[in-house]
Each structure stands twice: as structure tokens, then as C-alpha cells.
């Protein structure tokens, strides 16, 4: 009655009649029932098996799964759904990659929490976060005018900006008395003052565009030119 040789997967790889020894079906010899001197296959397949089949060159029956050691390379192999070896990673290979990885596609990491500092890869979602600092964290100070997305150190910021060209800002409404930046249309408009404010008195006489106080608004304290005249004839 012939052997049915079936792999893990409970296919048909081979049906071995009484008396013979199938060595097309797979890199091993498959002993059928009563056959004479089977010891000899069944302990060289043994050593097959332990030597990874190594060789030169690869197995001519490979199946899904065998390991092939190249013995010109010592690289191991195994034979893929896709009918060819694929090498093994090396562990000097492994250790290279570790070194300078070259990532391919769009590798993924988990993301450290916000503030972390350490040798953790970094993903843009923790990039993207904005930084705690702890301590005095300290910067270069960027050259005045600078408009980028450098940080700003405390010299940068307590420094007055150079602007060039025409900037332009939003005119305040008239009686504003903020921080806000004044436009020429704003510095031109009659302002409209709170409180008592002051101003110097212009001297009596005066005709020009100086701002008038109430003291400047006083009738000067003269004789009438008439009545000087009557009091000289008395």
C-alpha cells in the first residue's frame, strides 16, 4: 500500500509506492513501505535537515518554509510563497541598521509626551506640540528686523523694530489712548482730551496756531485810552 505524503497545510506532496524511494517530490527522500536499506535515506535526511541543506548552490525541490545555507556566503535563505530564497537578516546587517536606518513608506512611532528629552525617535505630532521648557532656556538673539520663525530672546523683543518700505496699521478711532501704534491719519485727526489738561500760556498778543489756555482768555488789566486823557485835564 503506498505512502501518502501530505505538508502542514494537508496538501499532497507525494504517494509513495511499496518498495521505492521518491526524491523528485522534495529535497528529502521519501521511503515507501519494505523498502530495502531505507536507513540510509531516512539518516542522511537527518543531516539534510541539519545542515539546513547548505551548499553552493540552492535546492532543486524547494518547498514553502526550507531553510537553504549558502556555504559560499554563509547567508541563510528561506523560500517564500513568492517561489524564491529570500536572505535572511544577519545580525551584522541588523546592527548596520541601527546605525543609519534608511526608512521607506511612512514609518510610524509612538509619540512621547509633551516636554520629554530623550533619546525617543520623535513623530510630528510631538514636534508639532509646543515645547516646555524648564528652567532658563536661552537663544540666540536674532539681528533687528529679523522676521522669521526664529525665537525672540528678551534683547530682540525690548529692541525697537526697523521697518522699511510703507508699513501700513490700523487707524485707531479718534480719543484712543492706548499702545496701540498711531497712523498719520490718526496723528492728524483733532484729538479729544479727558480730564484738566495743560498747555503753556502764549504771551498776550499772540497769533499763532500755539494752543490757547483759559489763563491766555483773561482781559488784560489796561486804562480805557479815553478816560487817561480826561484825568490829565483834572
Do not use: H
Request: aromatic share 8%; glycine share 6%; with cysteine.
Amino acid at each position: 500500500m503506498s505512502y501518502i505524503i501530505n505538508n502542514s497545510r494537508g496538501q499532497v506532496i507525494a504517494v509513495v509506492a511499496d518498495g521505492t524511494v521518491n526524491t523528485t517530490a522534495t529535497d528529502l527522500s521519501l521511503v515507501g513501505r519494505a523498502l530495502t536499506d531505507y536507513g540510509t535515506y531516512e539518516n542522511e535526511n537527518y543531516v539534510f535537515l541539519l545542515e539546513n541543506f547548505a551548499n553552493s548552490s540552492a535546492p532543486l525541490q524547494p518547498i514553502l518554509g526550507q531553510l537553504w545555507y549558502n556555504s559560499d556566503t554563509d547567508v541563510l535563505s528561506t523560500y517564500t510563497s513568492t517561489d524564491a530564497w529570500v536572505i535572511l537578516a544577519t545580525q551584522p546587517y541588523v546592527q548596520a541598521q541601527k546605525i543609519s536606518p534608511a526608512f521607506t513608506g511612512i514609518p510610524t512611532a509612538p509619540t512621547a509626551g509633551a516636554g520629554s528629552a530623550t533619546t525617543q525617535l520623535a513623530t510630528t505630532a510631538f514636534v508639532t506640540n509646543s515645547p516646555q521648557f524648564a528652567g532658563v532656556p536661552t537663544a540666540p538673539t536674532a539681528a533687528p528686523g529679523t522676521l522669521g520663525n526664529q525665537l525672540a530672546t528678551l534683547n530682540y523683543v525690548t529692541t525697537s523694530p526697523q521697518f522699511s518700505g510703507v508699513p501700513l496699521t490700523p487707524t485707531a478711532a479718534s480719543g484712543t489712548a492706548t499702545t496701540q501704534i498711531a497712523s498719520t491719519a490718526f496723528v492728524t485727526n483733532s484729538p479729544q482730551f479727558a480730564g484738566v489738561p495743560t498747555a503753556p500760556t502764549a504771551a498776550f498778543g499772540d497769533t499763532t496756531t500755539q494752543v490757547a489756555t483759559t489763563a491766555r482768555g483773561v482781559i488784560p488789566d489796561i486804562e480805557p485810552p479815553v478816560m487817561a486823557t480826561a484825568l490829565a485835564f483834572c
